[in-house]
């Protein structure tokens, strides 16, 4: 997976966009990552020292102050913007180039794997003739559960049989023999496969 850059500039304080325009400026100059930058470094630079300014006399300032200092705050954010571009552009998703830019890096997705095994495996009594209800906790990375079902030992694994499967974290097991034990578990299916099954729960049907 490449890597990006986080550019939420938004988000910032007025202090905190001051701050990333400054260390964008340090980190660039004479970076031989970044020798053709879309936005020249000492425009940067002295747009920093105009919004440092601005803010420090819009402190408790006049109307006009802030203004003038919200004028900056989005000439900065619009050249932030489009020096990420270039950034990206060079870069082409290299950590360590990146990483050399100034801007801060996005956090990279980490793979979820097999999911883990569904909890608290209920086969709960209804009225309903032949009818049990299942319910489990839900399980991260899993995008459906393979409901399995037996009548025999539960201990032994070629007795377990595939029943359904649902996007939920219940289910309903109909045509069922009235009052004769079951035995019911589910094993959470995510992008990398199956999971183990969840302690077997017995329930009975009405």
Same mark, same amino acid.
């Given at each position: 997976?490449?890597?990006?850059?986080?550019?939420?500039?938004?988000?910032?304080?007025?202090?905190?966009?001051?701050?990333?325009?400054?260390?964008?400026?340090?980190?660039?100059?004479?970076?031989?990552?970044?020798?053709?930058?879309?936005?020249?470094?000492?425009?940067?630079?002295?747009?920093?020292? $105009?919004?440092?300014? !601005?803010? =420090?006399?819009?402190?408790?300032?006049?109307?006009?102050?802030?203004? /003038? %200092?919200?004028?900056?705050?989005?000439?900065?954010?619009?050249?932030?913007?489009?020096?990420?571009?270039?950034?990206?552009?060079?870069?082409?998703?290299?950590?360590?180039?990146?990483?050399?830019?100034?801007?801060?890096?996005?956090?990279?997705?980490?793979?979820?794997?097999?999911?883990?095994?569904?909890?608290?495996?209920?086969?709960?009594?209804?009225?309903?003739?032949?009818?049990?209800?299942?319910?489990?906790?839900?399980?991260?990375?899993?995008?459906?559960?393979?409901?399995?079902?037996? $009548?025999?030992?539960? !201990?032994? =694994?070629?007795?377990?049989?595939?029943?359904?499967?649902?996007?939920? /974290? %219940?289910?309903?097991?109909?045509?069922?023999?009235?009052?004769?034990?079951?035995?019911?578990?589910?094993?959470?299916?995510?992008?990398?496969?199956?999971?183990?099954?969840?302690?077997?729960?017995?329930?009975?049907?009405?």
């Amino acid at each position: 997976m490449k890597a990006n850059i986080k550019l939420s500039l938004f988000e910032l304080t007025f202090v905190k966009l001051l701050a990333l325009l400054r260390n964008v400026v340090a980190k660039m100059t004479g970076n031989p990552n970044f020798t053709t930058p879309a936005v020249p470094l000492d425009d940067m630079a002295k747009l920093a020292d $105009d919004l440092e300014a !601005a803010i =420090e006399d819009a402190t408790n300032g006049s109307r006009q102050s802030k203004l /003038v %200092r919200n004028a900056l705050v989005q000439q900065a954010r619009e050249m932030l913007r489009v020096q990420a571009d270039y950034v990206r552009s060079v870069c082409a998703g290299d950590v360590v180039k990146l990483d050399s830019s100034g801007y801060e890096l996005a956090k990279q997705r980490e793979p979820i794997g097999i999911p883990g095994t569904a909890k608290d495996m209920q086969a709960l009594f209804t009225n309903r003739r032949g009818e049990v209800d299942l319910r489990w906790k839900s399980v991260h990375g899993a995008h459906g559960y393979q409901v399995w079902m037996t $009548d025999k030992d539960p !201990a032994l =694994e070629a007795n377990w049989q595939a029943i359904g499967y649902t996007t939920r /974290v %219940r289910h309903s097991v109909t045509d069922l023999e009235s009052l004769k034990a079951y035995w019911f578990c589910v094993s959470a299916i995510g992008t990398a496969g199956e999971g183990a099954q969840s302690d077997p729960a017995k329930g009975i049907a009405a």
